[in-house]
């Protein structure tokens, strides 16, 4: 009953209609999940320079079991332990025991990585979604399709909630930098301002960032386009319809990041790839679990 009641705010009548056919879709993501979610861990672990720091091994929270254990040693013990069991929930998603192993695993390599002084956010969006992953219904559940696709759309909520926050704090911040009189992205040259002192801070440039600091107009505008986008993209979760282009728009400001600050968010591409423009919520004219045009909602 509650779970119906779920579904019918957060999905129309033709999902509804194929919801068995939109739930096998999503299981298979789900697999593909911590498949990916394995590797990025494994490919996180292994490329930080922790080890330059290791000296300085001060273990966060979920660590603090670890702390009479080598960061060379910790560090292939979390990796094998990582990839083994992630590939387990990849082929044994139902498993709800795997699934929660599988988030301490992820949670446990974020925490190493981010013990040496130094915070990146490179796992963060794949702890989120283990984190609500951990609550897909079994397989007996009666209400086991509708469920299925309403932990997705949780999953979906929460991270292009991280966008949306991150965008209003932009905008709250450059409210009080204003209110003090000093230089804010309300200002044209606010942009260039972020963007040579990230370039100062990393001692890299992006590809075209030397070419926006010459065209600070550019760059503002392009800024703004950013800033609107990540405000907004929220409404997107009860826009199924958009949640390709809104993928699509998301990895593109990903690159474009990339380019411009050489700031690397690659790790998160996957992810967006999987929960938008691989949507089993979203517009789509074929279907993962039958690999067939879907008729019904091309109408041929």
């Keep these: 009953m509650i779970a119906d009641y779920l579904a019918r705010i957060v999905f129309d009548v033709r999902q509804l209609a194929q919801r068995a056919e939109r739930s096998r879709d999503a299981w298979i993501l789900i697999r593909v999940f911590y498949i990916f979610a394995g590797y990025v861990a494994a490919e996180r672990i292994t490329a930080e320079p922790w080890h330059v720091h290791a000296g300085a091994f001060e273990p ?38 795997l699934r929660i192993v599988a988030l301490v695993s992820l949670l446990s390599v974020g925490a190493f990585i981010n013990s040496f002084g130094k915070i990146g956010h490179n796992l963060h969006y794949w702890i989120y979604v283990a984190a609500i992953f951990v609550f897909l219904p079994s397989r007996t559940n009666k209400d086991a399709d509708t469920l299925t696709l309403t932990t997705f759309w949780c999953a979906q909520f929460v991270i292009l909630s991280t966008y949306a926050l991150a965008g209003l704090w932009k905008v709250v911040r450059a409210l009080m930098q204003s209110s003090e009189g000093l230089i804010s992205i309300f200002n044209v040259s606010g942009p260039v301002h972020i963007l040579v002192n990230r370039t100062l801070k990393n001692g890299e440039v992006g590809v075209i960032g030397e070419w926006f600091t010459a065209h600070p107009e550019i760059l503002w505008g392009a800024f703004w386009i950013v800033v609107l986008v990540q405000c907004t993209v929220l409404v997107v979760a009860y826009l199924p319809r958009l949640h390709r282009i809104a993928g699509i728009v998301l990895i593109a400001f990903h690159v474009g990041i990339y380019l411009a600050m050489d700031i690397s968010f690659i790790h998160v591409i996957p992810l967006l790839g999987l929960l938008f423009v691989c949507s089993p919520l979203g517009e789509r004219a074929w279907s993962f679990s039958d690999r067939s045009l879907n008729r019904s909602e091309t109408g041929h």
């Design 60 to 97: 966060l929270w979920p660590l603090l079991w670890a702390q009479t254990i080598a960061p060379e040693t910790l560090m292939w013990i979390l990796l094998a332990a990582a990839v083994a069991v992630c590939t387990a929930a990849a082929a044994a998603p139902h498993n709800r025991m």
